[in-house]
């Protein structure tokens, strides 16, 4: 009898220690990577050198981008959530908010995380403490169309330093005569009633010295936003962007050679090259090129982001090797350079490898890396953010259609405090 119970108990440690190491043998990614065929290849990369490194499976979880933060929100919720989570960084202020991501500090080393600039790792940082590693950062920096502006008598080589300076040319761009059988516009903003639209006017208010908030309170009626808003309505009641237009909406009429600027990430490379049917090409001598944000009155850049991060989830039971996966995301070369091969969008947020090899040769890729120092990719970190941008974006529109715009930035700030003050 005490050799039968010797023998289960024996057994039953075994199957426990067996069902341990079969739990730390696979961990799950969610995300949008692989629901883009030309990424197919990097997700077999990433699970063959996952599985090399550390004889563990990774398993992945496609997840369209626009389901993305509420398959992580409800599978937290649920208990269940991937290991690994691709989120954007307006997002983790949301996702720490409600404890669902575990704070990434002690699972890497000091050095490793000096790679990052700063300004990537404060979108993600909260209460010093860092919730998710900057992957592929996306600082918005606009695009011009060189040939519109040699028409215009603008130099390409010289685009616009100041924000004065870039009204200026977006004017002479809209002066000339049709093309493409429609009207050329100045430059293609996203002006219609979505918090998108209303976070795309956030650079204007960079550029003329104001900001949505001061000391974590939102304050949007100020004499440096009014300015910008100001810069925005000359531009629309002019008829030099497009009424009404989201990024889907502007981004046609940049891609078929209408507009003289747009604002853009680094995939603005990839989106040209596609939208105009390979008709554009993006280079420093072709029909498209980037320059840096206008500087505002004090001299100073600043500009805002969508860079796309990877978090840990704070219920995953593999932390350790989860963490892995993501230091081979970040801070491998073969695979940042892989991932620039296939989409050439910046890799990683780790400094060091965006300036070697085929990137660091890149010279529309440095321009966007050195924005990685002015770059804000959370301009309020709350979990609120984004309804706050969706209180903004009516008061937009309505400066759009040529209303006052003190009155419209003063009931901005009535609707906000009013959707804060609720629970």
């Not at 057994?11 to 030309?38: F, N, R």
């Not at 992945?60 to 954007?88: C, K, M």
């Not at 853009?264 to 944000?293: I, L, Q």
């Not at 924005?371 to 309020?380: C, E, K």
Request: charged fraction near 20%; charge should be negative.
């Amino acid at each position: 009898m005490n050799i039968l119970m010797t023998t289960f108990a024996t057994a039953s440690v075994s199957a426990a220690l067996a069902l341990s190491v079969q739990a730390q043998e696979t961990i799950t990614y969610s995300g949008w990577l692989g629901t883009e065929e030309l990424n197919k290849p990097l997700i077999s990369n990433f699970q063959e050198q996952f599985k090399a490194e550390t004889g563990a499976d990774l398993v992945v979880v496609d997840t369209q981008y626009s389901e993305a933060l509420n398959q992580a929100t409800v599978t937290t919720l649920a208990g269940n959530p991937a290991d690994a989570l691709h989120l954007v960084a307006g997002w983790v202020p949301a996702m720490q908010e409600m404890g669902g991501l575990e704070p990434l500090n002690d699972y890497f080393t000091e050095e490793q995380l000096a790679t990052i600039p700063e300004a990537l790792l404060s979108s993600v940082r909260i209460d010093d403490k860092i919730y998710a590693l900057p992957w592929a950062p996306g600082p918005v920096l606009p695009h011009f169309n060189r040939n519109l502006m040699i028409e215009a008598g603008l130099d390409p080589e010289n685009p616009p330093q100041t924000w004065p300076e870039f009204k200026d040319a977006i004017m002479k761009i809209c002066a000339l005569p049709d093309k493409n059988g429609g009207k050329v516009y100045g430059i293609a903003l996203r002006t219609d009633q979505s918090p998108n639209s209303a976070l795309w006017t956030i650079p204007i208010i960079y550029g003329h010295g104001g900001d949505i908030q001061t000391d974590g309170t939102i304050d949007i009626n100020t004499p440096e936003n009014v300015a910008a808003f100001e810069w925005l309505q000359d531009i629309a009641e002019a008829g030099c962007t497009p009424a009404g237009n989201g990024f889907s909406g502007s981004r046609n009429v940049f891609a078929q050679g209408n507009a003289g600027f747009i604002l853009e990430g680094p995939w603005g490379r990839g989106m040209v090259k596609t939208m105009s049917g390979d008709k554009m090409t993006v280079a420093p001598d072709g029909d498209v090129w980037v320059m840096e944000m206008p500087k505002a009155p004090n001299g100073t850049r600043r500009t805002i982001g969508n860079s796309h991060e990877i978090a840990i989830s704070s219920l995953s039971e593999n932390k350790e090797l989860t963490a892995k996966f993501l230091e081979l995301l970040i801070f491998n070369e073969a695979n940042t350079s892989m991932y620039y091969g296939v989409n050439g969008q910046l890799p990683t947020g780790s400094l060091p490898l965006l300036k070697t090899g085929e990137i660091g040769d890149d010279d529309y890729a440095q321009i966007f890396v050195n924005a990685l120092s002015y770059i804000h990719d959370n301009p309020w970190k709350n979990a609120k953010f984004n309804a706050v941008m969706s209180q903004i974006a009516p008061e937009m529109q309505n400066i759009v259609a040529g209303n006052d715009v003190e009155p419209a930035l003063a009931a901005a700030d009535e609707a906000v405090k009013r959707l804060l003050s609720r629970n």
